[in-house]
C-alpha cells in the first residue's frame, strides 16, 4: 500500500515559520509530481503549492506566493514545505498528494488526480 507521511506542523505565532515534511512508504517520491493541500474547518481541500517531477519547478497558489517555498530532497526522498510570515488564515491540516505526471490539476476542486494522500498535520497560526 503507497502512503504519504506529513510531518512539522504545530502552533505558531503569526509572522512565524514551520517547515513540513512530506515522505513515501511504498514508492519513491523523486518519480512524481508532489503537491502540498490544505483542509479548514467547514471548507474543501485547496492546493498550496506543488513540485514538478520532471524539471523541478515550483507553483504556487497566489495566496501563499512569497512566502512558501516547495523543496525536494532526492536523496532523503523527501519534499518540503518551508512557510514563512504566517498568518491566521494559514490555519489548517496540510496534506501532501502525488500525481505520477505534472502539477497541472493541483489547483482544481477536484485536486487533479493527486491521491496517495496520509494523515495530515496540523497547522495552527494563533497569537
Known amino acids: 500500500q503507497v502512503q504519504l507521511v506529513e510531518s512539522g506542523g504545530g502552533l505558531v505565532q503569526p509572522g512565524g515559520s514551520l517547515r513540513l515534511s512530506c515522505v513515501s512508504a511504498?514508492?519513491?517520491?523523486?518519480?512524481?509530481?508532489v503537491g502540498w493541500f490544505r483542509q479548514s474547518p467547514g471548507k474543501e481541500r485547496e492546493g498550496v503549492s506543488c513540485?514538478?517531477?520532471?524539471?523541478?519547478?515550483?507553483f504556487y497558489a497566489e495566496s501563499v506566493k512569497g512566502r512558501f517555498t516547495m523543496s525536494r530532497d532526492n536523496v532523503k526522498d523527501t519534499v518540503y514545505l518551508q512557510m514563512d510570515n504566517l498568518k491566521p488564515e494559514d490555519t489548517a491540516v496540510y496534506y501532501c498528494?502525488?500525481?505520477?505526471?505534472?502539477?497541472?490539476?493541483?489547483?482544481?476542486?477536484?485536486?487533479?488526480?493527486?491521491?496517495?494522500w496520509g494523515q495530515g498535520t496540523q497547522v495552527t497560526v494563533s497569537s
Open positions: 511504498g514508492f519513491t517520491l523523486a518519480n512524481y509530481a
Open positions: 513540485l514538478s517531477r520532471s524539471d523541478g519547478g515550483t
Open positions: 498528494g502525488v500525481h505520477p505526471i505534472d502539477c497541472k490539476g493541483y489547483r482544481s476542486r477536484t485536486l487533479g488526480g493527486f491521491g496517495s
